[in-house]
């Protein structure tokens, strides 16, 4: 297993020679591959398998370009050239989160990762500011959070499945129903048009501006 789900994620190889077109051929994409010519969220990745998914940030070395993987309609997963300064952080949408030993709080991410938050007193956990299905801005040069976008009224989101992928809006309500899954989002377009989806498809991307680039036209 890795990182990302299957249905929303693709292996490094159909990225490189599909996608790109950097290889005519499976071998000579594994070839490349194996060479450390890319890398994924700052590190060099050799396993041609290794499954590229939502907000990960892929560095190619050669010519010195970065993208980072966005829903995007019909395709579903999309790649938006960045600059380097953006490239040293991705958007991670918090699942859900723990009590670990010492009363500190482990904020486990949708793309795998875990990120822990150190409380002073596990009584008072005041550094704990973090719900579920909020996002958190993460360095990827030290691990550590730089922002924090709650879901919340007048959230910018971008919807990661179902129907309505790649879609970006204002997020206007939530009807609660049993699990995230059962639970409705009304969204707000970049038209002033409203449009349902699951709560489970929606994610933070920032407070009144995207903090990512978007594709073009995505968003006002």
Request: with cysteine.
């Amino acid at each position: 297993p890795g990182p990302h789900p299957i249905e929303y994620s693709l292996p490094l190889l159909i990225v490189v020679r599909n996608v790109f077109g950097y290889a005519e051929t499976a071998r000579e994409a594994r070839r490349l591959i194996a060479e450390g010519n890319f890398r994924i969220d700052g590190r060099v990745v050799r396993d041609y398998k290794f499954p590229v998914g939502f907000m990960d940030v892929l560095h190619i070395v050669p010519t010195d370009e970065y993208y980072r993987v966005v829903p995007v309609p019909t395709k579903v997963i999309g790649f938006v050239k960045i600059p380097r300064e953006e490239a040293s952080f991705k958007l991670c949408r918090i699942e859900n989160k723990v009590t670990v030993k010492g009363g500190h709080i482990q904020l486990n991410l949708h793309d795998g990762r875990n990120v822990l938050v150190r409380v002073s007193d596990p009584r008072n956990p005041v550094e704990d500011v973090y719900d579920t299905l909020g996002t958190i801005q993460l360095s990827l040069v030290d691990n550590k959070i730089a922002d924090y976008i709650p879901l919340a009224e007048n959230t910018l989101v971008i919807i990661s499945g179902g129907r309505n992928v790649g879609r970006v809006g204002l997020l206007k309500n939530i009807h609660r129903g049993m699990g995230v899954r059962r639970s409705i989002a009304v969204i707000e377009d970049k038209n002033g048009n409203l449009f349902q989806t699951s709560l489970n498809y929606v994610f933070p991307i920032g407070k009144e501006k995207p903090l990512i680039t978007l594709p073009e036209g995505a968003w006002k």
